[in-house]
């Protein structure tokens, strides 16, 4: 018999909601990684890291890149570039949760950095294993759609008192708000399924009291093809509309309802338990066209995939689950909807 592989020692730079809610239990769930060491100075968080995970805490980043070997960014977005860049140059590959970077220069300079040093760098879109998601794309593959004239895809909530924290508070230099936030996804979605943008608008507001940065935001990329993408992210949404609406030349997709692995994941259910991505009938999307519309079964959603496609990437040599460059597109596109939203303008790509 073969010797058994050891597990990679996966350090997670922060223990906020990104890396308490999504990174932490998906890389205990995942076979060929291990969580080995959290940086966190919160004694309770300490206490729950070792409980859960069997791993240790330690109190600032640079303690984990002569332990182990993966690191995980899933702090505020402000230190993704320099403890990125600080990981690499230490000889570690790298997990950064999204935005990438706050512009594409930052991001472009950490590619560049990775692929001097010959490690992994890619980034946490986990979006893209949503079931919804993964369901469109079955669609536009089979060609069930035909082509695609238009996307709505919305990430709308009903929040009218403000959470706190750097998200809200923050100004450009935290590269918060929601366009950074959940744009990040929804730009990313719409790049992979119609490709690339020639044109973006974006109209932007901060509408709640004490909220520095964005909170109600609309953006509106032109693609090369000549698909339309309109793109909504809202903590002030009190009906929210379809989580997707593509429209075909051959038929329509509509779906309502959020993906079901996050509320699982808030729920403490473990991402290996079977059926974890499952949806059930009553939340299916429905296509077609006219009068003739039938449910549609949601494919099953897959955040695994992500940290299974990093191993493959380490051990096999694989691919990154998502290549930098495409990070790097999506905050080109970022940027202009900022610029858009600030100057009143159509940019041009």
Not at 98 to 126: H, Y
Request: glycine share 12%; aromatic share 6%.
């Amino acid at each position: 018999m073969g010797e058994t592989v050891p597990a990679l020692r996966v350090g997670l730079a922060g223990y906020g909601v990104a890396g308490a809610l999504f990174h932490a239990p998906l890389i205990a769930a995942t076979p060929g990684l291990s969580l080995s060491a959290v940086v966190t100075r919160s004694p309770e968080r300490a206490a729950e890291v070792a409980r859960k995970y069997g791993a240790r805490a330690v109190g600032d980043a640079e303690e984990l890149w002569g332990v182990c070997d993966l690191v995980v960014v899933a702090s505020p977005n402000r230190t993704h570039v320099p403890l990125a860049e600080a990981a690499l140059r230490a000889g570690v590959p790298v997990v950064v949760d999204k935005p990438l970077a706050a512009t594409a220069a930052q991001a472009r300079g950490l590619a560049e950095l990775a692929r001097e040093r010959g490690l992994m760098l890619t980034v946490f879109q986990n979006r893209r294993w949503d079931g919804d998601f993964l369901t469109i794309r079955r669609l536009l593959s089979s060609g069930e759609l035909g082509t695609v004239n238009r996307l709505e895809s919305r990430f709308e909530r009903w929040r009218p008192v403000p959470k706190g924290g750097w998200r809200e508070s923050g100004g450009a230099e935290e590269v918060g708000g929601l366009l950074y936030d959940l744009g990040s996804h929804l730009v990313d979605q719409a790049l992979s399924l119609l490709g690339p943008v020639t044109r973006v608008y974006a109209e932007s507001d901060a509408r709640r009291p004490g909220v520095a940065a964005d909170d109600d935001t609309f953006v509106a990329l032109t693609h090369l093809s000549g698909a339309r993408s309109h793109l909504w992210m809202s903590a002030l949404s009190p009906m929210p509309g379809p989580r997707f609406l593509v429209a075909g030349s051959r038929a329509g997709y509509s779906k309502h309802g959020l993906d079901v692995q996050e509320e699982r994941l808030r729920a403490g259910l473990s991402p290996s338990v079977p059926g974890f991505g499952d949806e059930p009938p009553q939340r299916w999307g429905t296509m077609g066209a006219g009068d003739d519309l039938h449910p549609v079964r949601t494919e099953p959603g897959a955040y695994l995939d992500f940290y299974r496609g990093v191993v493959a990437s380490l051990r096999e040599g694989a691919p990154a689950p998502v290549d930098p460059e495409e990070a790097i597109e999506t905050l080109t596109v970022l940027e202009a909807a900022r610029r858009s939203a600030t100057e009143g303008l159509v940019v041009g790509l």
